[in-house]
């Protein structure tokens, strides 16, 4: 990095696995960090971790918000407006499974829906002024590879008729796909160029990951952890499309193991990314880059 004034990366999830071998690895670049989590004392060990590798003189931030939960992203994105000029990174890393059944939010949608999808939906929205205010800004939606089991009902996006916890989870990663794929239109439409966003895979990776859902995923994850990627080797992709200058320009892929990799779902259609997208607005209450 050449810029006197030191880039700013938030990273959501930042407290556990992918997000916080990815905080870790900014701060190493020289980035100023700030970890959004939900659990203040996590988020302050989480925070003396990352200053123990942050370039001399370099802050770490943290930013209390609990995903699922619309009023607090809209709290935490207020604090946030206010207390920076300008955002260069953001990575929607915040990710997880639920239990067999079926939990809403605050505001009453389904967990999966509103954790995964909705609540950094709005977050990107609400922050998205501070980016545009970057030369060179990318945002970075950690997805998976389970968007291949996704069914998603259109008409039923809270799950509130046939929920099981990987069914939803998967949707919510083909959100993230979908998400990403129609802002990176969004922006091009508008001839925003200064913003970039990108989805990724990070692999099977033996994180935290499954520790909220059923007694099956939580067995799966411990019996399997062995044979898994580590967080270090899960977050390469999200800190390549964060960071490397090699993707600098490029925008709407869906990432794997650092490469581009078409995505292969029938529910992933022009029609319906435009759909999510005035859905999300409509539940999260929050234009963005509408359609006029
Ligand atoms: N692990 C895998 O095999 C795998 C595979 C494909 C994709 N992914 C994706 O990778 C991302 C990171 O997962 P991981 O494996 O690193 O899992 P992890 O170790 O469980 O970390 C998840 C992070 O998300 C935070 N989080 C969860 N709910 C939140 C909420 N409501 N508000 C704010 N923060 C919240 C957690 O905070 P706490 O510390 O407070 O719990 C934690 O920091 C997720 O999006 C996941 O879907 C993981």
Partial sequence: MTTQQPLLA????????????????????????????RNADKAAQTRLEIQQVAWPGRRVDVLLCDLSDLSQVRRAAEEFNQRYAQLDVLVNNA???????????????????????????????????????????????????????????????????????????????????????????????RGIHNVTTNSLHPGVVASNFGSNSTWFTRAFYKVAAPFMTSSEDGAKTSIYLASDPAVAQTSGGYFVKQQPEAVKSGYNTLENARRLWQESERLAGQPFLSEA
């Fill in 10 to 37: 938030l990273i959501t999830g930042a407290t556990s696995g992918i997000g916080k071998v990815t905080a870790l690895e900014l701060a190493r670049q020289g980035f100023h960090v700030v970890v959004l989590a």
């Fill in 95 to 189: 990710g997880l499974v639920f239990g067999t059944e079926r939990e809403t939010s605050a505001n009453g949608h389904e967990m999966t829906f509103a954790t995964n999808h909705l609540g950094p939906f709005l977050l990107t929205s609400l922050l998205f002024d501070k980016l545009q205010q970057s030369p060179a800004a990318r945002i970075v939606n950690v997805a998976s590879m389970a968007y291949q089991f996704a069914k998603p009902d259109f008409n039923d996006l809270d799950a509130a008729h046939h929920y099981s916890p990987m069914r939803a989870y998967a949707n919510s990663k083909l959100f993230n796909i979908m998400f990403t794929q129609e802002l990176a239109r969004r922006l091009r439409q």
